[in-house]
């Protein structure tokens, strides 16, 4: 988990992990080191008669293949966590009927599906808070350039709305750890830092059943029925809309 200060803790949600990406990646690198391999028999061979020279040469062609890659790697690594190609900065709770697939701009250098279905799509989402002096910010956010579409033209409702919700889901526990915080007798850092922990623990765990009890919005009056209660919770903590709280000592 990502965390530092309390600041930027990322969770993603709907990512299947598919083998054949990976046996892809695999045959890529293997191709790439091809040379290396070859040169690298060459060298056992000769070694074994006593000439060293393939050894050398062995080093110059490794040097440069690492040289060469390593860069490609860290850059599709970076690009591949966040698409600075096409950034976004992170959205707050109150641009939320702003968002669209148009603002899912993350990349997916091998794309994935859903069980076989190109109609796929996931959502990177925080609470981030910050701890001052007699004071606490809580607040949701999502990331545009960490979520991902397969096809931003898809015309599925229900796809982007199940989407969606994670965000709320996300605001919602926001709210739930500022209305703990507000109750408290007085300014304790310790104890807000543990209700913040263990709200985010429980979100984690309510993001995933909301996908599993779902089916990933596939299972529609399971769908409906997590939107009604989300919805609900969300109005019951109206008032823990603010992401501010300032304690008057």
């Known amino acids: 988990m990502e965390h530092i200060s309390y600041i930027f803790v990322i969770r993603s949600y709907e990512y299947p992990k598919q083998m054949n990406d990976n046996l892809i990646a695999i045959l890529i690198i293997l191709i790439y080191f091809s040379p290396v391999f070859y040169q690298l028999s060459v060298v056992i061979k000769e070694h074994r008669k006593g000439n060293k020279i393939p050894l050398r ?124 915080i507000s109750k408290l007798n007085k300014f304790d850092k310790n104890k807000i830092e543990k209700i913040i922990q263990q709200t985010e623990k429980e979100e984690r765990i309510f993001q995933k059943e909301y996908d599993y009890n779902t089916f990933h919005s596939y299972v529609l009056s399971e769908q409906k029925r997590y939107e009604k209660e989300i919805d609900s919770l969300l109005n019951i903590l109206i008032e823990y809309k603010k992401i501010k709280i300032e304690f008057n000592e």
């Open 57 to 180: 040469k062995f080093k110059k062609i490794l040097i440069y293949s690492l040289a060469i890659i390593t860069p490609v790697i860290i850059g599709f690594a970076i690009l591949s966590h966040n698409n600075y190609l096409n950034y976004e900065k992170p959205m707050t709770f109150d641009k939320y009927n702003q968002i669209t697939f148009e603002n899912f701009r993350g990349l997916e250098f091998f794309k994935k599906s859903l069980y076989g279905s190109k109609r796929f799509a996931y959502v990177v989402t925080s609470i981030e808070s910050d701890i001052d002096n007699n004071s606490v910010t809580v607040q949701s956010l999502f990331y545009p350039s960490r979520s991902f579409v397969y096809k931003k033209s898809t015309n599925s409702k229900e796809l982007l709305t199940h989407e969606k919700y994670h965000i709320k889901i996300t605001e919602l526990f926001s709210r739930k750890a500022k209305e703990k």
